[in-house]
């Protein structure tokens, strides 16, 4: 203080004063250090992990390549020995019949399991160089994980819920509902509601906020579903019934045929 | 002095069988057998007859007959997988000349209906001998509709009932059809149909059919007809898929049979009925556009958006398009543009808009046999589409 009001006062001092720039320096010298020093530490953990990025998409190239030539093979190989036709005449036509034929099934899921088996090696090499550039114990595998199982459960949701509008649509038209499209929507967005609140929960995203937003809104869709079938279409309801009843009396292939003249039903076998 | 002969007759059955006519009877009441059994005894001695009933047969209530029991199936509504197979090992078992096969309600077949089976099995003149009934106009729709037509045109034969209820065949008919249904007995698909005239169409052998009159058909024990008609439709789907290779090549089909006037039915209940049906066909071509536009070309949506706008007595399903209908679901269920299931059940609605325009067309005085023969032919003259379709698949609509 007194050497401050000295330095004010211009009185001589027992000591030379330092001039300010040198002070100023001093801070831009810390800085700059600092930020060099980040930006090393950064480069440095970019570098290190370069390999493990580079071994990922290797892995996941090479093994895309191996699943292409995998399946090209197993398709040629079970088109010559007629595998479908075999499995048909051996097993029979049985219940379960998928969009595709069980040889496309087969080469196609030969080629993803490929890709997956590259999928893993590769997250797996670069989680590797990650963990050992980082300071951190931090590792990004289980996070990715959980997002190659979001991403599943999505695409598994999708599906079912397209499968399940679809089968109810059907199913409603021939029953004779008139509100088949309405119930076929209906069960379609209650699977994708479903499907997207466990997908949100597999990567924990959003907590108990996403739990109860996915139970107010699937109550609600199932309540708004209850009322417009029960209460909102109640006559409606109750004409398609009794008319399915009428028309199961008249397509009910039990129903005994007259020999001849009036009044006889349908028989459709 | 006389003595008896301790020894017992070392004939196996296999000697004192031989050259007898299996007939494999369905389990049947008492009373019921017994008229069927003299029905049978009327036609062929009973020294020429075998009689295979499911269980312990009750051979001391019908001297005379000789019996063979078999091991009781699931009973079912047609003739299956498992039914074929024990019949040819019971023939093979026993030295049998020939197979009469006759399926559930056996006994409502009249005298003469029995009489001519077993005459037309006997005689050895066809390896297949699949009956011809008298039905109602409004009965075997489902046959009139798709199996006949479809069975016509692929497998140049004109055999009105392809799906087998009753049969008869030759032992090497019998073989054939074990070896197929032995496949799905392997697959625990014993109740699984077998389409037994385009086996013999694909064998090359001989087929006949034989006018039996009236006959109460068996129905399904599970009548509805959203589970029934897929079933089948699929059964038959399979069987054509499996046999391409067949009915690609270029046949001619044998000549047409002398129709036979049908009785009449009632124009009272025709238009309720008819309204039902067409209602039923709206909804679907309102609800199921854009399923059925997966498998059907613009022309023929075109074709049903003309018809859902047509209502009443001038519903008129046109037989070439309803021929194109049944080619392009073919295909589908090929390709496995849908799921097989969706597939089929989306076929129901037009075939009950088929069903419509066929009552229509009885209400109006036509000959039902005609109109059935009229889309039959047209199915046979739409067969180049579904080659084309079928060696050349696309993926989308043209």
Redesign the interface.
Known sequence: MFNILAMFLQTPATEPTLPLYTDNASIWHHMSDALHQSLYRVLSLLIAVLPGLLAFFVALAVFTVIGMILSAVMRRGLTLIKFD?RL???????DW?????PTAIVSRGSFWGCVLLGLIIGVSAFDASYATASTLPLSLLPYLTHAVGAIFLLIAGTIIAR?LA??V???A????L?Y??FLSLGVKWLVLVLTAAMVLDHLEIGGVVVELAFGILFGGIVLTLSLAVGLGSRDLVSRSLE?HV??SS?????AP?P??????????? | MATTNPMTDPTPALEQHAGSLLVVLPELPADRLRGLLTQLTTSLPAEHLLIAVPGEPAAEAFPGIRFVAFQAVLPSWTLTASEFMNAQQLAQRNGARGILLLGAEADSLTPMGVHSLLTAVDSGTADLVVPRYDLQPRAGLLNSSILYPLNRALFANRVRYPLSIDLGMSLRMGDRLSAVAQRFVSANQGNATIWAVSEASVAGLTISEADVGTRQIPQPADPDLNSILPQVTGSLFSDIEAKAAFWQRARVSAPARRLSPAALSSTTDAAAEVASLLQGFRLAYTNLQEIWGIVLPPNTMLGLKRLSLVDGPAFRMPENLWARIVFDFLIAYRLRTLNRGHLLGALIPLYLGWVASHVNAIAAGEIPERHVESHAAAFEAEKPYLLARWRWPDRFNP
């Open positions: 036709d048909v005449r051996y097993r029979g036509p049985g019949t998928p969009t595709n034929s499968f679809r089968s649509l059907i199913g038209v021939n029953a004779q008139q088949a499209r008319s009428e028309r008249e397509r009910n292939v039990d045929p020999s001849n003249g009036p009044g006889e039903s349908l028989r459709h076998f």
